[in-house]
């Protein structure tokens, strides 16, 4: 299974995370340390996978984010870097060309999306367009709500005059 | 760019872009906690809007990598909350912040199982999405049946069907007992049949827990694996959105095959002729594109086929043309199919006798030890060990004493062990054998245990035409300008024992021996350990039970304790110090419990407790030789057992 998912830049901030197994803050904490150490110093032409405390970590750099994924010893490696990029392209397709400050100032969103596609470490919808329904379907939801919350603001006001 | 349409939050979100530096930073940050703070703390001020922003505020804050102690009750209460837009946000945050280990998630059971047993679909996703995140022991013992409900409902979306698959998955990890096998293995069988390929990938995945833990209970099952895979293989009925550039829904493909890999056989000779049929298919067609996508889809599914061939136990043709293919994979450019063809081919070595067949790419083998990624020089060197053989270990060893000159720290440890161990194994002859350890510990002798060199001590003992050679090999190494103190130690025994054998030889006399060893002996640091009745006070006052007889050796102590970490559950933990009389500056401790993180644990814990406790004041004298031998240390026991601690 997928342990956790972490997307960090090229200076080492963290743009995401999300944890499927249980770690405490701290542990969290030091997680990210220790990855970013490993990962960010990897030169480009090396491969996609590195060995860390007994679990393997999978990561892929797009421009100025690295997107990694841990999984155990004996799982997939090239299908967890395809979930990387399923997760990629939906973020793309979302957001028009998304890039790194559209996760940030965005990174709600790239939440929801994420619980989109995992769930429990595991890959739950391999069909971009559904996904990409689903999104929507949330986002319009929001919209209504609000309209709605809105227009009984207004009603309100207009009582109150 | 598209504006994430709450204002509050982006306008913090660039003010703390904007901080020059990390002071500035902090000092916004804690600004805004302080305001979130105050602004939760009168709750009834709070729109829901505002909830919002600041829940998401904090999660931002904690995503910088500060602490947010406040505020979860905050996040969990929002789960509550009437309307989609904050009841997705409690979800979501909560889903972030927590896990299964803080108390007060809890106090959400009742609200989530509302939603998951309750008419609105999209709640019954936030919730199934939650559970199946972070859900505990608790949550599987609550909403384990409501969630095996909706997975077999008809009455279900896929949508909603797809998210209880692996919600159940997740408390099945949790608790196997929330799967009631008798029930389930005709409904997992059901479940294959399903059309949706979303509901069936997440079913595919809960399927592979299931039938690791049991696979008796699932022999249904098998037959409609193979069936999907067909189907895929062939791409029939796959719809367009479910296939990744071209290729039919790799990840069930996978999957599938995972699944088949944990049932021992194909009884069924049908079965096993349509499987085989689809692998030979995967094995001999999947060609190197352009498009890298395409690639590593096709390439994941190669790699599972041929984890499932590995595991039939194919015939030997089927296995040969793997191999082949490996071999091929370890010489492409491509890093991750490199990577990949050395991991598998090691693989290959503990399942079936292709020893031969693999030793033909040795050379290629031997090149990637030397490669620029330290993930492919670590499957190098696994390979080699596993492919060593009386045939071939003096190449192998001498090539990795080589490249211990030039590895990086990270990989010394490991590469002298595996040395050592391959030399003692499949010496030719055992003066090779003394030379290739005193190699490693002129060449690495800060990872060179103490273990291998007592053994290579121990194997001279016992064998007297060794002692010369040994001998004269150590008092070699002591010409050197800067040697280890590890070869200190080695050398100033065997010398101590058989410099008598070298007396006539020019440098050897005992005068000139006792004179070089005496020069280079302060290089020794030796830091006396506590007498064995304090070690046992301060284990005692450490709460480590010390249990007096369950080792007979009078030098040795053994403790038992429970022991956990934050990221373990308790464990019993047995503790052994050996110590060795007749050198009192070593002492060794091994420890053992059902969890490796927990053994390094609890070492270091040791560790640091004995290193903080003021040496007692009778520090040993260090030891120097005699002209004539003394009888050899008593503490070194049987050969295989100081190995098998090792290993």
Redesign the interface.
Known sequence: MIHFVVLISRQG????????S??????R?KV?RELSGMILTR?P???????W??YKVVYKRYASLYFCMCIDQDD????I???I??YVEILDRY?GSV?E??L??????A??IL?EIL??G?????????VAR?VAA?DS??EA??EQ?SSISNMIAQATK | ????GMRG??VF?SDI?NCPNKEQERLRVDKELGNIRTRFKNEKGLTP?EKKKYV?KM??IY???Y?VDFGHMEAVSLISAP???EK??GY?VT??LL???HDFLRLAINTVRNDIIGRNE?FQCLA??LV???G?REFAESLAPDVQKLLISSGCRP?VR??AA??L??LY?KNPDVVNVDGWSDRMAQLLDERD??VL??SM?LLVALVSNNHEAYWSCLPKCVKILERLARNQDV?Q??T?YGIP????Q?KAM?ALQYFPTVEDPNTRRSLFEVLQRILMGTDVVKNV?KN??S??VL??ALALVMHLDAEKEMMSQCVALLGKFIAVRE??I???GLENMTRMLMVTDVHDIIKRHQAQIITSLKD?????R?RALDLLYGMCDVSNAKDIVEELLQYLSTSDFAMREELSLKAAILAEKFAPDLSWYVDVILQLIDKAGDFVSDDIWFRVVQFVTNNEDLQPYAALKAREYLDKLAIHETMVKVSAYLLGEYSHLLARRPGCSPKEIFSILHEKLPTVRGVGPMPLADMANLFNSLQLMVCPGLDPNPNNLVASTTFYS??TRAMLCLIRIETDPADRTQLRMTIASGD??LTFELKEFIKEQLVYIPIPPQAPAPVLPQARPTSPPTAITDPGTLLAGLL
């Not at chain 2, 829904?249 to 069930?252: A, H, K, M």
């Open positions: 901030k963290v743009r995401l995370t999300k944890w499927y249980p770690y405490s803050q701290k542990e904490a990210i030169g032409k090396l491969c996609n996978f590195v060995e405390r007994g997939n490696e090239l299908e870097l395809e979930i990029h399923h957001f890039c400050l559209d940030i100032f965005n990174f709600h969103k939440y929801y619980d769930i429990a595991e890959l739950q919808e391999s069909s971009k367009k559904t689903l949330q939801l929001v709500a609000k919350a | 760019m598209a504006l994430s939050l982006s979100i872009r809007y998401w999660l931002y995503m910088l990598g602490d309307k989609y837009p997705q946000v979501i889903s972030s896990n299964e280990n999209t199934l999405t199946g995140n972070i505990g949508l797809k998210k692996l919600c998955l997740r990890r390929l979303g990938t997440s995945s719809p959105e479910y990744y829904s790799p990840w069930l996978v995972r996508n590593n889809a390439h994941a790699f599972e890093p991750n490199r990577y990949l620029p990624d330290i993930s492919i670590r934050e990221s490796s993180a």
